[in-house]
Each structure stands twice: as C-alpha cells, then as structure tokens.
C-alpha cells in the first residue's frame, strides 16, 4: 500500500511560495493540491502556471475541503495569526511564514487552539531547518569558541517596491519583523537561552514603520549579541561570535540558494598562546572552514512538517520557541520606542 502523504494548500499567492513549491513537488512524503487567492482569477493563473490542481478562489474554501491536510500560510504578517487560528479550527495543520504573530498574546491563542483542535502549528522560519544552524549549535555548546561573550548579526537590504507589505504598519510591516526576526532566533537558537534584557534605536520612514533597527539583546551568561536589520541599506547578511577560545563567522546565515553554499569559519587558538605584551597577540590561529554545498531548507521544512504530521515527531519550532521569539521583539520595538532598556 502506498504511503500516506501530507496533502498541501497555499494560502496566497505569495512570491515566497515560489521556494516551497518545487520542494513538495520533490517530496516523496508531501503533496501539493492547490491554491487559494483573494481572487478567483488569480487562483485560477496562478494554479494553472504552477500546474497546481485545484484553485479556489477564496481563502475559506481551502478550509473547506477535505482533501488538504496542511496549509501553508504566505500571507502578510499581520494576518498570521487569524488565519493560523482558522486553520486550526477547520482541524487543519499549519506551517506558518515568519513571524507566526506579533504578540505574546497572539501565540497563546494559537497555543490553546492548536492543543484544542489537535493540529501542528509551526513557523516557517527557514533558517531553523538548515543544517548549519544546528551545526552552530552544537559548536557552541561542546565549547569550540569557550564561553561566549558576544555576537552579531546584519541583516539588510533596500527595499524599492513602494506599496510592500513590509511598509505597511497595519500589516506587521517594519524591518525587525522581516529580517531582524531571524537575528533574534538565531542568538536564542545557538546560545539556548532567552535574553533577559534589550536595548534597542531605530529610524522610521514615512509609513511609520522602522526602516532601520539596531537592537541588543543581553543574556543571562553575560553574552551580548547585537543585531542590525534595514531596508535602507546596502545588501548584507551576516553572523558572528565571539567567545574565550576563538571565533565564528557565518557569511549566510540567513538565506539559503541551493547554488551558493555557507560557509561557517572557525577561528580558534593552535598551542600555546602566543607571549604578547598586551594581550594582542594573533599568532597560533587554526582556521577551519565547514562549507554548507546543496542544502536547500525549504526541502528540510516541508520533509519535517511531513514527519509532525504523518508521524508525530516534533516540530523543529514549537510553539513555546515562536513565543520567546515574538516576546523578544516586542520587548525590542518598546525599548526603541520608549528610549530605555527593557527587561523581560
Ligand atoms: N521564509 C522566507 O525565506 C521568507 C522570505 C520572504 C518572505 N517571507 C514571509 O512570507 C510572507 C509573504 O511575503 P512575500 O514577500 O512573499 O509576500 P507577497 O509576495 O507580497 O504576497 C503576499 C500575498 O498575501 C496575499 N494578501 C492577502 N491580503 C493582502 C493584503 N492586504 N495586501 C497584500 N497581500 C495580501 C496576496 O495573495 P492573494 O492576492 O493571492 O490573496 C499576496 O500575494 C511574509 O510573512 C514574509 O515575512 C519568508
């Protein structure tokens, strides 16, 4: 007897959709079944250049029918949450784009809808899928940099579409949300702590939204980790950190593009140190590199979201996870509208 597979729904016609769809066209365990638009027409194109094979032509008939197992969510940030919480409702599982919500408040209701109803809900941010991240992790907790002292991450590009929802306030717009969310889980993901204090300034444009958001998080170890995230800068991604016993550096820590590999750098002390007078010294250095070729994490995501689904494992975020992302930034957003240090 053939497998059970997953059955998917998009929800949107998204540009983000674009990365999942060749990916549960690829999965042995996934299906993909149609699509949802505000618009009847555009669920119909978009259906048929995608050769999806059902369209529907609002979001409540994907809900309706009985044959998607899994929605996906790819719409604005700010309708997150009501449509996760329909989901679950229509007793569907749910993988949700970045942020899952933009409250405390919002993830507890999903955490009490998703328990009620029995359905998975899981966000969808890619960089917890991908292996490097997880191989990070683990560096870190084996000690390969000593203690941790400090990290950083840049996040940023510009952002020429007028009219993006990234602008739009009523619709979660602003630059920690889009691109500083991934800052914020990755500090909490490699170090595995929460951050217990945040100090942050940013610069608004004329929406209102933050453009440009420099945030600090403090841990309880006594590791700080600093992040930048724009949509008014030249085009960077990066991470560091910096610990006792040496150094790593991430030159993508948050995109994947199956043809441009990360790379992860280890710096870290080879023998004795060398004899300075100022402690400056930079000799016995050992440099290796772990070079992350062929991965794609939207495969990773769908293939687990199959497994939560078909097999009960659990998810890679779970809820309680996406809450102390989603508390770290807005503690974030109060401390930089409010001028003072938040405490969580
Ligand atoms: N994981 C990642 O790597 C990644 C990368 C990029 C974006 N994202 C996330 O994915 C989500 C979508 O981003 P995107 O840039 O792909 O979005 P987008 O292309 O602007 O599409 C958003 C879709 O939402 C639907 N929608 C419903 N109400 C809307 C409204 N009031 N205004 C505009 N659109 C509305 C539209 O679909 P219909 O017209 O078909 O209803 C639209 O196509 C965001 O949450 C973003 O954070 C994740």
Redesign the pocket.
Same mark, same amino acid.
Do not use: C, F, Q
């Given at each position: 007897m053939a497998e059970r597979r997953a059955r998917w729904g998009l929800l949107? $016609?998204?540009?983000?959709?674009e990365?999942l769809i060749p990916c549960l066209r690829r999965s042995e365990r996934n299906e993909l079944i149609g @699509?949802? +638009?505000? +618009?009847r027409d $555009?669920?119909n194109r978009?259906a048929e250049e995608h050769g999806i094979s059902k369209a529907y032509g609002s979001?409540e008939e994907i809900l309706a029918d009985p044959d998607i197992d899994v929605v996906y969510i790819? &719409? /604005?940030?700010g &309708?997150?949450t009501e449509w996760s919480l329909r989901c679950a409702e229509a007793g569907k599982h749910v993988l949700c784009?970045? /942020?899952l919500a933009l409250s405390v408040e919002e993830v507890d209701q999903l955490l009490e809808a998703a328990d009620r109803c029995g359905v998975t809900i899981q966000e969808? $941010? !890619?960089m917890r899928f991908h292996s490097q991240t997880s191989y990070v992790r683990n560096l870190i907790a084996q000690g390969a940099i000593g203690e941790v002292r400090m990290g950083r991450g840049l996040f940023t590009f510009t952002l020429e579409r007028p009219g %993006?929802?990234?602008l %739009?306030p009523a !619709?979660?717009g602003g630059s920690v949300? %889009?691109l500083g969310s991934y800052c914020v889980s990755f500090a909490r993901t490699v170090l595995q702590a929460e951050p217990l204090e945040v100090h942050a300034a940013q610069t608004t444009g004329p929406t209102g939204i933050d453009m440009s958001f420099s945030g600090h998080l403090k841990f309880p170890s006594g590791a700080f980790f600093h992040f930048f995230s724009s949509f008014a800068s030249f085009t960077q991604i990066d991470a560091d950190l910096l610990g006792t016993a040496g150094y790593l550096h991430l030159d993508l820590p948050w @995109?994947?593009r199956e043809n441009q590999p990360a790379t992860v750098r280890l710096v870290s002390e080879a023998g004795n140190k060398e004899a300075s007078t100022f402690g400056d010294g930079l000799g016995n250095r050992r440099t290796e590199r772990r070079v992350f070729a062929d991965v794609n994490a939207?495969q990773d995501e769908v293939e687990s979201m199959a497994a939560t689904v078909l097999d009960g494992a659990d998810p890679v975020v779970t809820l309680q996870d996406s809450r102390a992302n989603v508390a770290a930034i807005t503690a974030l957003y109060r401390s930089a509208r409010e001028g003072r240090p938040v405490v969580l």
């Open positions: 949107s $016609t998204a540009r983000i959709n990365r @699509v949802a +638009s505000r +618009s $555009t669920a978009y979001y790819s &719409l /604005p940030n &309708l997150h784009e970045k /942020p969808a $941010t !890619m %993006d929802i990234r %739009d !619709m979660g949300w %889009d @995109v994947n939207y």
